[in-house]
């Protein structure tokens, strides 16, 4: 591999860690196997309010 796409590489993925701070942390806990084993997000059910759902609440 060239040695500067190597550089660029690196610049490249510090100035996206430096947007998304948490992102490196989340890369971190997975390699390190602290995610949950099942899922790694909640399943969330978005609907659209109809008048049938909304009486509901």
Do not use: C, Y
């Not at 550089?7 to 490196?24: E, G, N, T, Y």
């Not at 099942?38 to 059910?45: D, G, I, V, W």
Request: aromatic share 8%.
């Amino acid at each position: 591999m060239n040695p500067a796409k190597i550089f660029q590489l690196k610049a490249s993925w510090d100035r996206f860690a430096a947007a998304h701070p948490k992102f490196p942390l989340f890369l971190r806990a997975v390699s390190d196997g602290n995610v949950m084993q099942e899922a790694l997000l909640p399943k969330l059910l978005l609907q659209q309010p109809t008048d049938a759902n909304m009486k509901q609440i």
